[in-house]
C-alpha cells in the first residue's frame, strides 16, 4: 500500500468515525468464508457497517478526528474489524447472537456517544444499552401516564357525580 493509499484510507476512516457515535472494534479472524458472509449477511439486516480494517490506519484516524477514544486505540493489536452503527446496542446484540453458533465475533472495545468501553466482558452491558427511540419511548410513556390517570378520574369521577346527581333529581320527584 502506498504513501497516498494509506493517507486516503486514513483519510475515509477519519470521516466515518466523524459521522457516528457508535463505533464497535471486534476480532473476527478464524472464522471461514461462509461464516464471515453470514455475519456480514447479518450486520446489513441490523443496520451495521462491518468493514475490516488495518490497526494503524484505525490509530491514525483515531488520533485525527476530534472525538476522544480514551484507551480504544490500546487495543487495536491482531485483527481488527470495526462495526459502525446508528443504534448503540445493535452490534452487541448480533455478536450476542451470532456467538451461539460461532465462537466469534470477540469484543474488543467500543465508543458509544463519548463512553468508551473495553473488553469482550463489557457485552452484556452494550447489550443492555437502551437506544435513542426507546429512551424517547419510555420518556413519552412516562408523559403520558400522569394525564391518562387524569381522564381515567375524570371520565369515572363524572359517572358517579352524574348518577349522584340522577339518584337525586329521582328522589326529589
Known sequence: MTREEKSR?????TAQLADTNVIYVADISGLDAETTSNLRRACFKAGIKLEVVKNTLLEKAMETSDNNYGDLPSILKGNTSIMIAE????PAK????????ADKPILKGA???EAVFIGDNQLD???ALKSKEEVIGDIIG????????VVSALK???????GIIKT???KEG
Do not use: C, M, T, W
Open 156 to 162: 369515572s369521577g363524572g359517572g358517579k357525580i352524574a
Open 87 to 90: 443504534n448503540g446496542n445493535a
Open 168 to 170: 337525586l333529581s329521582e
Open 111 to 113: 465508543y458509544i456517544h
Open 142 to 149: 412516562l408523559l403520558q401516564s400522569p394525564a391518562k390517570n
Open 125 to 127: 452491558a452494550l447489550i
Open 94 to 101: 448480533v455478536i450476542k447472537e451470532f456467538r451461539k453458533k
Open 9 to 13: 484510507v486514513i483519510e475515509d476512516l
